[in-house]
């Protein structure tokens, strides 16, 4: 069992972070005034519509936003500023720190060397007085740890002799090679059916029960979330709208938005499910460009009162133990909605 949330340290705190690009249609907001914690041990899920922000706010934990972005904000790692740092200085966090696993896991991989060679490799750079024999034996146990069969033998295989989902597993072994203390998965499963979905999640699951690291999963789909994080973080044109430990956030939902996507999810206890066009929020997300003064889901929200939603972008309330939500008719639409 992982320490219990609220007991554990804080590993990152993120404090008002805002991103932004600069475009010829003038500066495209991409992410702005997103704060919270994540505590070692726990995993946090971020879920959101595509251009939500999500990858954004990973790539600045990361360091590796692209040049034309301008970052504001705070972004510390057991209390050491990230934002600012140069390249070099990123790179060895990244390295020792802070560890990736991206959608596509095929391109990721180098094709012409054995998935073994590149374990070592990542092995090496961690463990630079590790012995060939030290770092085979580790490459060996990497791919055991994330579940793949024979890991003995499947050590001198190239990646395209995996499937899809066990090339997933590779790179999870990769990312772990350095004992990251964070685990970022941007969209891990993304690629993959469903059933192999669930096994790559399972894996993350083990990874983070058998290393202690805390993960942060990025996902679209609130379906892998309710099944692998402990905490939710609903986030919504560039801001985060909900949070909630997984419980809360699905019986006790806080927020018009998450409503919405919780409504908009197959659902296996409608007997018609098969029949049934599945709910779809109207209208879509606002151009970065041209973000609605206010609540910025506002547009969408058949919560939405003038006057009152469009004065000022809502600050997060506290609506339960860990849980909160930016809506400033956080008592009254729910009451509108039953
Ligand atoms: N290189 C770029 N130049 C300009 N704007 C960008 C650039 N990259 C991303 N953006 C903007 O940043 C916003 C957030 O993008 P981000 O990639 O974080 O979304 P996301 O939530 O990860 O979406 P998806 O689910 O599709 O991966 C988008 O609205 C996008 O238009
Ligand atoms: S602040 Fe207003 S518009 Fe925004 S989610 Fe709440 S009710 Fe809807
Ligand atoms: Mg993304």
């Known amino acids: 069992m992982s320490t219990h949330p609220d007991a554990a340290e804080i590993l990152l705190e993120v404090e008002d972070v805002s991103i932004a690009f600069r475009t010829d249609a003038g500066l495209a907001r991409a992410v702005e005034g997103v704060s919270f914690v994540l505590r070692t041990g726990e995993t946090v899920g971020i879920v959101g519509e595509s251009g939500s922000g999500k990858s954004m706010t990973a790539m600045a934990i990361m360091g590796l936003l ?69 770092r085979r034996a580790r490459a060996v146990e990497l791919l055991d740890v994330v579940g793949i069969p024979s890991p003995e033998l499947r050590v001198d295989r190239y990646p395209h002799e995996f499937s899809g989902g066990m090339r997933q597993r590779v790179m999870i072994a990769m990312s772990i090679a350095n004992e990251p ?12 059916d469903v059933t192999v979905q669930a096994q790559v999640l399972e894996v993350l699951r083990e990874v983070q029960r058998r290393t202690g690291t805390t993960v942060l999963l990025i996902t679209h789909d609130l379906g892998v979330v309710a099944g692998t ?110």
């Open 181 to 192: 203390d964070l685990l970022i998965a941007d969209e891990p499963t993304t690629a993959l």
């Open 229 to 338: 994080a402990d905490r939710v973080m609903v986030m919504y044109a560039g801001g985060l709208v909900e949070t909630a430990d997984v419980d809360p956030l699905f019986y006790e939902t806080a927020h018009p938005y998450t409503a919405g996507l919780l409504a908009s999810l197959p659902r296996l206890d409608r007997r018609s499910s098969r029949d049934e066009r599945l709910y779809q929020i109207a209208g879509h997300p606002p151009v970065a460009t041209e973000w609605p003064e206010g609540c910025r889901f506002a547009p969408r929200c058949a919560h939405a009162v003038a006057g009152l939603c469009d004065v000022s972008v809502p600050e997060p309330v506290a609506v339960g133990t860990g849980h909160t939500a930016a809506c400033v008719r956080v008592d009254e639409w729910q009451k509108e909605a039953s």
């Open 66 to 134: 692209p040049k034309k972005a301008v970052v504001t904000g705070s972004i510390k790692l057991r209390g050491r500023e990230l934002v600012g740092l140069s390249d070099d200085e990123l790179r060895e966090v990244r390295g020792k720190d802070i560890a990736i696993v991206f959608q596509d896991a095929l391109t990721a991989l180098n094709p012409v060397m054995t998935v073994g060679e590149q374990l070592v490799e990542a092995v090496r750079v961690h463990d630079p007085r590790s012995t060939p024999a030290d």
